[in-house]
């Protein structure tokens, strides 16, 4: 069934080469999805490795692997801390996460991530949550509204965006995409529309999933379960969220502020396994487009 394609895996080869992978180590994929970067973690492992992989979305239980080695974890993976005490877990060796929405959802008109599709204005990864696109278009003031479209869409009329929107649902509820973008669309010219719908969406399914927060939650994680020589590994697609997985890897805080010693010496959980981002190679963003916005990011603990 379609519903369960989910994307290939960006810098797959390059991921898995950060990790380090020891045959006997412990490792997490936060962002299991499909499976294809948790398969080949398991693939390099012997039978003593362990791999626990998060996924909030009940669709990324379809891939699960059917390996004793193997625990999938039902859950955001801002909870990655508590959930590795509960399975007494101390340290691990390596983490990874590949922050991209999948393909999956974008190519499914129920879940409402994509303006390509008409459907409910929804955007929930969990759908056990209650919280929905329509719910933020409908109930958020104006100013925060405006606020949500410039820090996670970074879009410069973020406050005439948010004013049509008050105006059109003084008018009736809007609960489709189709709703929606018959208010947002005449405010972009033809030539940049669909660049400017995208950051449009973009901040809205930040906001609906709280993907800033979690974010922080699980990088702040990252740093207190990784071993000393532990790799994270992380894939960012747009410059919100590598601007904090760049902070966390440089600094040891997500504001980037650089904490000395008594000496004067910097002082960084981390050092940088590389200096400059990966990204894609020529072929693979051929063969798969979404790897085009895909950095790299590498960081071992000290």
Avoid: C, W
């Amino acid at each position: 069934m379609e519903k369960q394609i989910y994307h290939i895996p960006v810098l797959l080869d390059e991921s898995i080469k950060g990790m380090n992978i020891q045959p006997k180590g412990i490792y997490v994929d936060v962002t299991f999805g499909g499976g294809g970067h948790s398969k080949e973690i398991l693939r390099l492992g012997d039978d003593s490795i362990r791999l626990f992989s998060f996924d909030q979305d009940e669709d990324a239980e379809t891939n699960i692997v059917n390996d004793s080695r193997f625990t999938f974890i039902r859950s955001n993976f801002r909870y990655l801390y508590n959930f590795l005490r509960y399975h007494k877990i101390e340290q691990v060796d390596s983490i990874l996460a590949d922050l991209g929405v999948s393909s999956h959802h974008f190519d499914d008109s129920e879940r409402g991530f994509s303006f390509r599709f008409d459907g409910n204005l929804d955007m929930r990864m969990n759908k056990r949550a209650g919280f929905t696109a329509a719910d933020v278009v409908n109930t958020y003031d104006e100013e925060r509204l405006a606020n949500i479209f410039y820090l996670y869409g970074e879009l410069k009329n973020s406050r005439k965006l948010a004013s049509a929107i008050i105006k059109a649902r003084n008018e009736k509820l809007i609960v489709t995409i189709g709703d929606f973008l018959n208010i947002v669309k005449p405010m972009f010219g033809r030539e940049r529309e669909k660049k400017e719908l995208a950051k449009v969406f973009q901040a809205l399914r930040i906001e609906v999933n709280q993907e800033m927060e979690a974010l922080k939650e699980m990088l702040y994680a990252a740093t207190e379960v990784l071993k000393p020589g532990g790799r994270l590994v992380v894939i960012t697609y747009h410059s919100l969220e590598d601007r904090m997985v760049k902070n966390i890897m440089k600094t040891g805080n997500i504001e980037g502020k650089f904490k000395q010693d008594f000496f004067g010496n910097m002082q960084s959980p981390f050092k940088l396994v590389n200096n400059k981002v990966i990204t894609a190679s020529n072929e693979e963003v051929a063969q798969n487009p979404r790897s085009r916005s895909a950095k790299l990011r590498i960081a071992e603990k000290k």
